[in-house]
């Protein structure tokens, strides 16, 4: 499915992303090591177990930036100009190896650009593992397209 454009957007409305994610070990470490983020509560089996979680987490940033992709087909897919802000992130429930998530867009506003060519656009995006629990939240405000 192409993105909205800004005139398809609604204050208000929430969209499911059907899309899930499986997160697996290979997928943290490669985004740890792309990352250059060696944090041993990522990485690290033995430092991990040690910990109040007991295992290894999944990096915050990864999941974060897994919620945007899977976002990106009913939202901005080839109408976004850019992405302007991430803002009030939160991680208030840890993401382990074999967790699948989903993902749920509430567009929170959106305004014309001062010369009205395009507009501005702010989701409220939530990202849940596969027992509802809330793992991930944030605002992400993107420069979209208008329709010609």
């Known amino acids: 499915m192409a993105g909205l454009y800004y005139e398809e957007f609604t204050v208000g409305e ?18 740890c090591d792309l990352t250059m983020n060696q ?8 430092f991990a177990a040690d ?3 007991g295992e ?11 919620a945007v992709g899977i ?12 992405n302007l ?3 009030d992130v939160e991680h208030p429930h840890p993401v382990f190896h074999g ?17 009205g060519d395009r507009g501005v656009v702010t989701m409220h995006l939530e990202v849940f593992n596969q027992d509802d629990d809330l793992v991930c939240s944030f605002d992400r405000t993107v420069l979209s397209e208008k329709r010609e």
């Open 71 to 82: 976002s990106i087909p009913e939202t901005t897919d080839g109408t976004v100009v850019a």
């Open 51 to 53: 910990t109040q979680f």
């Open 39 to 46: 944090q041993p509560l990522h990485l690290d089996r033995e």
């Open 14 to 31: 929430t969209i499911e992303h059907e899309r899930r994610r499986t997160i697996s070990e290979s997928d943290n470490q490669r985004f």
């Open 99 to 115: 967790d699948t998530i989903h993902v749920q867009s509430t567009v929170t506003d959106k305004r014309e650009t001062s010369d």
């Open 85 to 87: 802000s991430y803002d």
């Open 56 to 66: 290894r987490l999944v990096n915050g940033l990864y999941t974060m930036s897994l």
